[in-house]
């Protein structure tokens, strides 16, 4: 009896056509009681408040929601999901649409206006140490915008202007600058994968890279001040002077000599050769020529 009726509810037009009941999702909804409710719409909304948001890892789907697909299970960018969530939030007159995804930020007292250029390793640590114990975005924290440059990099040397003028607009944020090419080590540990690579970082925590095609002075502050509280002191500087072309970053491309890449290169064909003495062929080849040797001095004989 109970196989009838489960074949007649299969055989349903409602459970062949729609979306509600199809595999896991059916046998969910019978299990929760809940198979004869309507869909609702769910979308990303999401009931955590602004101080719940730790992580980019964090969710509050269950198990249940997961399997049933009642939330997508793609995986969206996080600035995706807050910008998703705050603008309808705002839509029902919740919060602000920027609240959600900007980052509070200490103002730098000691701001000279000028980019600074990482000289050693201990300087990376000094700059990105947080100030406090504060670890979520909605928390003041210490910024850092930094810029992963290369010295023989024409797009590095491109930038390089533009950010230096950001620093005049900017004064009160910290804007530093790491050379990829001789601090290699970092470029694993945040994921550089190509020069120039900007960095929003936040209590020494990366949370923002800057993806716009076109890299200049006035791109650079949309990107601050949508993802930070920090404002401009004055629109008046937000362009790019003859001064900025002066340094501190190189605005030529320099060429220099890699050695480590030399250094790679005698290895890989130290590595070859003695392989290569190892082979068959190379066997066969000093057979040859010991061979042909022995003749030849036989018929001088």
Known sequence: ??????????????????????????????????????????????????????????????????????????????????????????????????????????????????????????????????????????????????????RSCPGSVMMAPHFVALAKVFPNLTLTAIDAFKYHNLNTEFGIIGLPTLILFHQGRPIMRFNDTQSTVNNFITFIMKHTDMQPISMQHAYVTSDDFNGPLPSKVEYETDYYLYLAWAFVILCAIYYFTKSKLYTQIVEMIQRNWHESEAQIK
């Not at 062949?16 to 769910?42: P, R």
């Not at 995706?80 to 919060?95: K, P």
């Open 1 to 150: 009896m109970y196989k009838i009726l489960f074949i007649l509810l299969l055989l349903h037009p409602k459970f062949l056509h729609g979306s509600e009941f199809k595999g896991l999702q059916f046998l969910v909804n019978i299990i929760t009681g809940e198979f004869m409710e309507a869909k609702k719409d769910l979308g990303y909304e999401s009931t955590t408040s602004e101080d719940e948001i730790v992580s980019v890892g964090q969710t509050n789907f269950s198990f249940v929601d997961y399997i049933s697909h009642r939330e997508r299970t793609m995986c969206f960018p996080y600035n995706e999901i807050f910008e998703v969530q705050a603008s309808r939030r705002e839509a029902d007159g919740a919060v602000n649409s920027n609240k959600m995804i900007k980052v509070k930020c200490i103002p730098n007292s000691e701001g000279n206006k000028t980019v600074y250029i990482v000289q050693s390793m201990k300087d990376v640590f000094t700059l990105l140490a947080p100030h406090g114990n504060n670890t979520k975005r909605n928390q003041p924290g210490k910024c850092v915008f930094v810029l992963f440059f290369g």
